[in-house]
Every structure is written in C-alpha cells, then in structure tokens.
C-alpha cells in the first residue's frame, strides 16, 4: 500500500498508551480497550498503515445521552478505541504548535491547568473589579462552524495528514441508540478526544482574542464554554455583555440567555442595590460571604463556596449509596468503597470556604448512624446512642472517612 503522510509508528505508539490509561467505553464496534489489546500489534499496524495512506475514514461515533444538572440531556459523541488512538496521535501533533497562542486567561482542557486555578483566578479578580459578566455559550460543541474551524486549524497546522482527519472527524456521523445515523454539518463531537483543543483553537479566535483586542481594560477566565469578564463599572459591563452577544452571533455562536447575566460583586466597601450579587463558575458560587481578617474583623467579602446546586447532586449521591441497608459490610469495607469519592469531592470544592461543605459531611454521619442503628440490635432505637458510638469510631479512626479527619463527627 503507498504510503501518502509519513506518519511515526512511535506516534501511533504513544498515543494508545494514553488511550489505555484514560480507559473509557466501548464506541460503535462495541469493542472495549481490553479487546482491542488481545490483537494490539495487529490493530495498531493496521491504524498506522491506513493514516499514513490516506485511508483512514473514522467510523460514525456512540451517541450517549447523559443528564444535565439543569435538566435535560447532553449527547456525548464516543469514539472506536481505535478512533481515539488516531484521535489522540493528531491532538499529541497538533497541541504543541496551538499552544503558546492560546491567552493565559484560557484554562479548560489546558496542560498544567486546572478548574480550580481558574476559581481562584475569578476570585482574586472579583476583589479588583466590581462588575462580573457571567457567560455561558449555548451548546457549543453543538454549534461550531465547520469552515471558521478549519480556517483557524490550518493559520497553526501545515501538516496534511492532520487537517484530512480533523475534516473527517467533523463529518463522521452519530449513530444514536435505536441504530439511526444523524448527519453532522456543524459542531464537533463532546467526547472525542481532539474536540476539546479543537474547541479552544475556535474559542481563541471567537472570543479571547477578540476581547484582548476590543476591550482591554477588561479581564476575563474561560474554561471552555464557561466563563466570565470582569468590568469596572455597569456601564462597561452592558456594553461588553451586548457587544460578547452580537460576537458570537457572528461566529454562529449564542449566548445562553438563561445562563448569562450582569452581576454586582458587593461586598463591606461595595454599596448599593442591584439585582444580581451571586454567580456560579465551574461548581462554585461567588457571593457576599462573611471573612474575617487578620486582625480578628469580621466583614463581608465576595467569595467562592461550592454552589447551592453541586451540593444537591452530591448529597442525592450519597443517598443513592443507600448506606443503612449495607449492614453486612464493615466500616473498613464503607471507607475503601466510598471515601475516595470523599476525598474527591473534599480536594476540589474544600479548596475554597470549606465550611460550606458541612451539610454534605453531616449527610454522611447521619447516613452511618442509621447504619449502626439497623447493624447492631442493641442500637436500634437509639439514635442518641448511635450517635454517640459513631463519635466514639471516628475519633478511633479518623483516617476512614475524609471529613473525620478534619474533626466533623456526630
């Protein structure tokens, strides 16, 4: 077979090793990665052989419907294992060379940068400005323009090979789950490994630096299509937010109506009404929050706590563990199974005003005290007595459960 783009094998290599440790489900071929690895060297010559003639056509990807937190659904577009070993080999290619141009105000998908850089971000800013644009862009993976896309890959990427498979990733259709096939002519599939960069590439020229340009005594954090610009007064803030609108309008792009607004970030020194003071970024809620300082002052500054709505979904999880009825395990079983999504939870929304997590550790107690109560007889009606073994248990082993260890018993 001729060989069309000179492809390294060590790419290719590379690139399903990624693939294996981000495990993920099965596509189209309901082939899982562990099959997929039965014939490795047979699959990954076979993948390299076809990319480098020219012949790879990526197969249509699983459409996954998946629950909004705000209700309704997302599809998820979830690529072959195979797909994503192609798919991981252009991102490997293509991230070097995009980017040092992305803003440094740009953190989703980013190597080296995390959600919670971007919070703390927000909240030194919240201090500096007193206007905060909330934005979100209305189904952005959805929406994007095939041709602005490709303009904007190709001013960055001169490698052919690249830009054939990244044009043939957009096209590749979404088979949904009664077998139909759905067309795409925009957009690019959220859950493919390259839509992430190919979203920011996009984004970078639609919005970060055309503020950059247009509006430099503002500043703004973005976290792919979640973000905020930071104004010093309302003025500034409502021509910014008109003019972000008709920007993305012109990129074929939307503003989310019902998720973007004006916010006044009042604090002890910022006084006045307006009817907006409370924002949520990436799970957090910013508002008027009490602090106090190094003196021993208490004020009201514009801080980040976990939002009212994260805590919700949290706490309907710990519910949905049903951990009364799992009597027959030990505390030693509870805390291998459950404490590491504890901790999870602990090590991104405790980073900032972690007392505001409190009611979630308290679920939690109150969930182990009717365990004790249905395990032990003698306990059973006896919930103060419950209570009080269980305080007895942490203390003794405060390392099972994250929240013990920071003193949060019965």
Known sequence: MTRSFAIPKELVWEAYKQVKANKGGAGVD???VEMFES????????????????????????????????????MLGVPTVADRVAQTAVKMMLEPLVEPIFHGDSYGYRPGRSALDAVG?????????????????????????????????RKHCQCPWATLYIERWLKAPMEMEDGKLVERDKGTPQGGVVSPLLANIFLHYALDAWLV????????????????????????????MRE????????????????????????????????????????????????KGRDGRIFMSFLPAVSRASLKVMRQKVRSWRLQLRTGQTLDMLSKKYNPVLMGWANYYGRFYGTALNLLWQSV????????????????????????????????????FVHWQMGIVY
């Open 30 to 32: 309901e082939e899982s």
């Open 39 to 74: 014939k490795l060297g047979d699959n990954l010559y076979k993948l390299w052989n076809r990319m480098s003639s020219g012949s790879y056509f990526p197969p249509p990807v699983r459409g996954v419907p998946i629950p909004k937190k705000s209700g309704g659904v997302r």
């Open 121 to 153: 971000l927000v909240r030194k800013r919240c201090w500096k400005y007193d206007w905060v644009i909330e934005y979100d862009i209305k189904g952005l993976f959805d929406n994007i323009d095939h041709d602005l896309l490709m303009k904007a890959v």
């Open 213 to 240: 340009r247009e509006h430099p005594g503002t500043a703004f954090c973005r976290y792919a299509d979640d973000g905020v610009i930071h104004c010093r007064n309302r003025e500034q803030a409502e021509q910014v």
């Open 244 to 291: 972000v609108g008709e920007r993305l309008l012109q990129c074929k792009l939307e503003m989310h109506p019902e998720k973007s607004r004006i916010v006044y970030c009042r604090d002890s020194n910022r006084r006045g009404d307006y009817p907006n003071i409370e924002f949520v970024f990436l799970g957090y809620s910013f508002r008027p929050r009490q602090a």
């Open 365 to 400: 107690n109150k969930c182990l005290v009717r365990w004790l109560m249905r395990k032990h007889k003698l306990l059973a009606e006896h919930k103060t007595r419950a209570g009080e073994t269980l305080e007895r248990m942490a203390r003794n082993n405060e390392r099972a």
